[in-house]
């Protein structure tokens, strides 16, 4: 962004430019100072494992595949800093810090045009950048190995877009693009697609809708045509789920076949607590202050932006019903998204706050609370609680069962954290080649046995069920990972 010669924009441009640099600074200074060390399950995360594996060998983890984030994933795995894990952690810091940087860009975007209010844009973006990113459920993601401060980036950034498509005239190409690769990240990211049609229809001027649409086209085929990933990909890395490539198969991986039964499967008498736990996440993440300013700020675009208030809150609501219906233990971080669309909306409150307050008696010092307060209180409040710093279960883990597996061992896993975690030790950092990792959750699946016996070529695992693979291998010990006090295997030694 060049900035204009006259001072008047001059100072406008370069107080942007500084708040945008706030906005990114405080999240990613205190993301690194909590930032988990290694693999770990902390924050729900134990798919850490097969995400990192899948990334750092270019593998297809599990559905639906993820493609974006393989790629992007491999990419940081290549930094030359601390370990693998470690700076795929550090990918969801950057990540969770440019969503926080595309909502102070989409806040400051959304003020254009708007008399009286467009100098607090700074101070708006700003409230809502940090009022997300110090939401408990938000910082949480930003510190482990997982896809959803990624997802976050993406959904600020579709946002942004669609506010510059609309109001900007920036070409939809590129709203196409980010909103193709995004649903590369997560496929949650269709629930924006009210958010494209408001900006292809508010941004047409002299063009018609679907002339709009056509030129948004190409970009979001482009971005789709990330999927291509998984067939490429298929058993070329250390972890394949599924066979992409076939189309079936394709279509069970991308479609997330092996969960859907888990959509929209919360059974109704359980509604109303789960009701009332993302109430309580959305009440303890954006404090009162906060909620006040959200509800100010959709009482403001009521009347200003109308027509971008239904697309966010639809998208919203869709968000928020795919949380509820969604029947797992951690289908709260699903939430995420709707989170950065509420963030925006306090964003507008704070602006519209902000306004009236200019020019009034300690006017600035309330402005100022108004985008410090709920955040930095939510930061000191939620510091420790969130501090991964010393997290070493899952590297203890890993370290204590590959040093006390005895040669040639066949590890039995049945639970995903486990095995992932060991995927990551045996595949990324290259520990006991001569052991067996197998998952007897996943034995059930002709895809999963076939993916053992190219990993592991002198096993013999198809047509066999666990007692009998354990029966085929008799010179192997046979070691079942159980959780005890002071170890994690038991041991059958082989003939």
């Not at 102070?104 to 045009?113: D, F, H, K, N, R």
């Not at 971080?333 to 950065?340: F, N, S």
């Not at 402005?367 to 991964?388: H, K, R």
């Not at 590959?402 to 975690?421: I, K, R």
């Amino acid at each position: 962004m060049n900035c204009p010669s006259r001072h008047k924009e001059i100072r406008e441009c370069w107080g942007r430019r500084l708040g945008a640099l706030t906005a990114l600074a405080l999240p990613l200074v205190i993301y690194l100072l909590t930032l988990a060390p290694s693999i770990t399950w902390a924050h729900d995360g134990g798919d850490g494992g097969d995400l990192i594996s899948a990334a750092y060998t270019l593998g297809v983890p599990h559905p639906p595949g993820y493609p974006t984030y393989c790629l992007l994933g491999w990419l940081f795995a290549r930094l030359p800093l601390r370990d693998v894990a470690w700076r795929l952690n550090l990918m969801s810091a950057v990540g969770a810090t440019l969503a926080a940087l595309g909502l102070y860009l989409a806040v400051w975007e959304g003020q254009q045009g708007r008399k009286g209010i467009r100098q607090h844009a700074v101070a708006a973006g700003l409230g809502a950048a940090w009022g997300l990113a110090f939401i408990p459920v938000f910082w949480s993601q930003a510190l482990i190995a997982e896809v959803y401060a990624v997802n976050a980036a993406f959904v600020a950034l579709v946002m942004w877009l669609a506010l510059c498509v609309g109001r900007s005239g920036v070409s939809p190409v590129m709203l196409g693009l980010a909103w193709g690769l995004g649903l590369g990240i997560h496929l949650t990211g269709v629930a924006l697609v009210p958010v494209v049609v408001w900006a292809l229809a508010a941004g047409r001027r002299e063009r018609s809708f679907p002339s709009m649409l056509l030129r948004w086209l190409p970009g979001a085929v482009v971005g789709l045509c990330i999927y291509v990933y998984l067939p490429l990909r298929a058993d070329q890395g250390a972890i394949t789920w599924g066979d992409p490539t076939t189309l079936a198969g394709w279509w069970w991986v991308v479609s997330g076949a092996l969960y859907r039964g888990y959509v929209f499967a919360l059974p109704l008498e359980v509604v109303p607590a789960r009701l009332l736990a993302l109430a309580r996440y959305l009440a303890s993440g954006f404090g009162p202050t906060g909620i006040v300013m959200g509800v100010l700020g959709v009482d403001v675009m009521a009347h200003r932006q109308r027509g971008f208030l239904l697309a966010t809150g639809l998208s919203w609501l869709l968000y928020v019903a795919y949380t509820i219906g969604y029947n797992t233990t951690d289908s709260y971080v699903y939430l995420i998204p709707a989170l950065v669309i509420s963030a925006f909306w306090l964003g507008e409150g704070v602006a519209a706050s902000a306004s009236w307050l200019r020019g009034r008696r300690w006017g600035l010092v309330a402005s100022a609370c108004l985008v410090g307060a709920g955040p930095l209180s939510a930061l000191v409040i939620n510091f420790s609680g969130m501090n991964l710093r010393q997290d070493t279960a899952a590297l203890d883990f890993g370290e204590t069962v590959l040093t006390t597996a005895p040669e040639g061992a066949m590890l039995l896993s049945a639970q995903d954290a486990h095995t992932f975690t060991l995927w990551y030790f045996q595949h990324v950092l290259e520990r006991r080649p001569d052991v067996v990792i197998v998952d007897t959750g996943l034995l059930g699946y002709d895809w999963y046995r076939v993916g053992l016996e190219r990993v592991y070529p002198e096993l013999v695992v198809l047509g066999l069920d666990a007692d009998q693979l354990n029966q085929a291998h008799p010179v192997r010990p046979i070691c079942e990972i159980i959780e005890g006090e002071n170890h994690w295997l038991r041991c059958t030694e082989g003939e």
